[in-house]
Every structure is written in structure tokens, then in C-alpha cells.
């Protein structure tokens, strides 16, 4: 059969169309890149300002890792490539108070790999907090001197330097998971929270998806067996939750929005220029894999009051990890994970 020419240019225009879109598939990850740096870098930058908090270090700064240090393209892309620990602290605050930090995760970042190690300290850990006479419970750190005074303590239980810190207060994250639709949560039984000291709520089971307000009382359930680790691995799971739900959206264009609604209630010493740097390394890497402990030990009264204390064992072997994970020159395939199948 004779084409005309008129269906010679159809068939030439959907064979174009055809392959664009085989190329949009393939690049896609590319291509969301190249649109966030044009269309959203700048303005994610500007809204980042708010949140950026430095705090008085202990440590010289040469001891420290940064994202990245500008200068020279080389050093600054070296630097980008350079594992850090991060310091996140989830913070339970009502309104005018500076609260407690009900989550401490301490969270190697290897950019380069897009990969993460988070260790969970739970938040009754008996420690020696800088500056007070005697033992507390380690999310009394954040309540007694914030940030700075929680970073100081958790390098001086594990012994290792915390290059940055990000802290979150989970009442901002409500809003924000509203507006992504809500997240998806393995709730296989009702959290009833009744205890007559405790705030009351219910978290029903099998929903696709959880509002804000339920995805909260999730992280904040604190009813079960488990107890303190229980909660934590929860936190994990939360986060989890959250990046799966951002990533399957995939709408760059409301990250301005989002940023937003959190407002006042994140703050961090990574300066915006290198939380957008590192996002987009983020962006371009697949996938992004997250291995997860939470530090293991046992709860008892001790002058009155309930604590945890940690295996020093497990403590010993979540600080190696850390360790590990943060030499740059050791392939990601190498490096010690904890057991997905044993307990987080």
C-alpha cells in the first residue's frame, strides 16, 4: 500500500511521539532533576532561610563533615560526595514550649550511593548529659538546652562526631502529610492509647491511607509490649512512610508548598544552598535504600524513676556501623548492615 504523504508525516509524528516518550521513560529521573533545578531550586532555597539554624559546636570544624564547601567545582563536588552524620530529632512541643526531643536518630548519608543508615536511640536511654550533675533520660537533652545541647550528648554517648542535625517537630509534619494525600502505614490492629496518664486516641486498622492527625497518634502510640523500642521503630517506619509517599507522588512543583506548611516547625545547620545540592543528588540516584536499628537494651526503675539502658554490645556494634559507613572510600555492596530479619 502507497502512502500519501500526508500519513507518511502521521506515522513520522507518532514514531517522534513514541520515541520521546521511551526517552521520557528511560530519563525520567533526569528529567525531574533538570525541572526541579530550573523551575524550583531557587525558590526552595529562599524558603529554606527560615529554617536554617546553626548551633555552637564542640568540635573543631576541620573534624567535621560538610555537605558541600563551595570553591573550587572539584573540592566542592568531593565534598558533596563525602558520607556525614546527621542528628534527626523528632520533637513533641505544644504551643510555647520548647519540648522534648520523643525521637533521636542518628542517620549516616553516603550521597553517592543515595543510601541510609539510621540507628534509633530510644528516648529513655539513660545517659551523661554535658553539664548536669547526674544521669537523665537523653531526650531531656533537647528540653534542657535544644539542639546544640542534644548533639553534644548523643557524640558523647556513642563516642562519635554528629556533623549536622535536623529537628522536626511531628505536629508540622500533619499538615504536610494532609496535603500529599495522606501515607500508607502497616497498622494491622487498632492502637487504642487509654492509659488514664496518657492522651487518648485510636488508630484504626487497615486503612489505605492515614491522615495526618492518625500518622501523629501512630509515631506517638506508646501502649504496647515493646515499649520504648516500639516506638521507635514506628519513627522509622513514619519516615519511611513519608519519603515512599513523596517519591510515588513525585509533584516537585508543591516542595515550595510543603516547605511552607512546615514552617517554624523544622530547623537545621545544613545551609540551604547545600540541603538543595544534596536533594538533587537524591533525585538522581535509584534507589535509595534505608537500613535501620534500633538500639537494643532493657528497661527498669532506677532512683525512682523508669530508663533504658542499652546493650553495650549493640552499642558497640551500631557505632561500628557508623563508622564504616562513613569512610568514603568503601563500596556501598561492602558495607555492614544490620539484620533485616531480626529485630529493628
Known amino acids: ?25 528511560w530519563f525520567r529521573t533526569q528529567i525531574a532533576l533538570a525541572a526541579f533545578e530550573l523551575l524550583f531550586a531557587d525558590k526552595v532555597k529562599a524558603k529554606l532561610e527560615q529554617s536554617y539554624q546553626p548551633i555552637a559546636r564542640t568540635a573543631p570544624e576541620g573534624e567535621r563533615a560538610s555537605i558541600g564547601t563551595g570553591g573550587e567545582p572539584e573540592v566542592a563536588a568531593a565534598a558533596a560526595d563525602r558520607p556525614f552524620t546527621l542528628l534527626l530529632l523528632g520533637i513533641d512541643s505544644r504551643k510555647g514550649e520548647r519540648g522534648r526531643s520523643d525521637a533521636l536518630i542518628v542517620t549516616v548519608v553516603r550521597p553517592r550511593d543515595a543510601a541510609l543508615l539510621i540507628v534509633s536511640i530510644p528516648r529513655d536511654t539513660r545517659v551523661e548529659i554535658p553539664g548536669r550533675k547526674k544521669p537523665d533520660k537523653i531526650a531531656h537533652a533537647y528540653a534542657y538546652g535544644g539542639a546544640a545541647l542534644a548533639v553534644e550528648t548523643v557524640e558523647k554517648f556513642l563516642g562519635l562526631r554528629i556533623d549536622h542535625y535536623a529537628s522536626i517537630n511531628f505536629r508540622g509534619f500533619r499538615e504536610a502529610i494532609d496535603a500529599i494525600g495522606g501515607i500508607r502505614l502497616p497498622v494491622e490492629k487498632d492502637l487504642v492509647n487509654d492509659d488514664p496518664g496518657h492522651e487518648h486516641f485510636v488508630v484504626k486498622a487497615g486503612q489505605p491511607f492515614y491522615n495526618g492527625e492518625d500518622a501523629l497518634n501512630y509515631v ?77 537494651g532493657a528497661g527498669r526503675m532506677e532512683d525512682g524513676i523508669w530508663y533504658f539502658f542499652a546493650d553495650e554490645r549493640d552499642a558497640e556494634r551500631a557505632k561500628a556501623w557508623i563508622r564504616a559507613w562513613l569512610d568514603a572510600d568503601a563500596a556501598y555492596q561492602e558495607l555492614p548492615k544490620p539484620d533485616p530479619s531480626g529485630p529493628a
Request: no cysteine; net charge positive; aromatic share 6%.
Open 1 to 25: 500500500m502507497r502512502l500519501t504523504r500526508g500519513k507518511v508525516w502521521a506515522a513520522g509524528i507518532a514514531a517522534g511521539i513514541a520515541l520521546l516518550g521511551l526517552v521520557g521513560y
Open 220 to 296: 506517638r502510640f506508646r501502649e504496647d509490649a515493646g515499649g520504648d523500642a516500639s516506638r521507635a521503630r514506628r519513627q522509622q517506619i513514619f519516615l519511611r512512610a513519608i519519603l515512599d509517599r513523596a517519591s510515588e507522588i513525585g509533584e516537585w512543583r508543591r516542595i515550595p508548598e510543603l516547605i511552607d506548611i512546615m514552617g517554624n516547625n523544622f530547623a537545621t545547620d545544613i545551609p540551604p544552598d547545600e540541603m538543595v545540592r544534596l536533594a538533587e543528588r537524591m533525585i538522581a540516584a535509584d534507589p535509595h535504600p534505608v537500613h535501620s536499628h534500633t538500639l537494643k
